[in-house]
């Protein structure tokens, strides 16, 4: 099994950066692929960036260009830095960890609001 603990969610004004944090614990071994996904109110979650275990990022139409995904190993720690926010950012923030086909682990959320 694994654990995932996001933090760094928040309130910040539109333009504002956050960055958001992932420690994973527990298989962290096991993990091939990592990102992070997000919910607004009355809509289907969706990828914002995924990176796998060679380093390789995928991102979302929506924040290419403002956020970058990264992953230190050797915290088990993957982080999403967010630039540029804009109130359509609102969301929960999930990370989500994939150790094989149909098994995978996701966090808590935490929660990003941006005020206009």
């Known amino acids: 099994q694994v654990q995932l603990v996001e933090s760094g969610g928040g309130l910040v004004q539109a333009g504002g950066s956050l960055r958001l944090s992932c420690a994973a614990s527990?298989?962290?071994?096991?993990?091939?692929?990592m990102g992070w996904y997000r919910q607004a109110p009355g809509k289907q979650r969706e990828l914002v960036a995924a990176?796998?275990?060679?380093?390789?990022?995928n991102y979302g139409d929506s924040v290419k260009g403002r956020f970058t995904i990264s992953r230190d190993n050797a915290k088990n720690t993957m982080y999403l830095q967010m630039n540029s926010l804009k109130p359509e950012d609102t969301a929960v923030y999930y990370c989500n960890a994939v150790l094989g086909f149909h098994l995978e682990y996701w966090g808590q959320g935490t929660q990003v609001t941006v005020s206009s």
């Open positions: 990176v796998t275990s060679n380093g390789s990022t």
């Open positions: 527990g298989s962290v071994f096991s993990i091939k692929g």
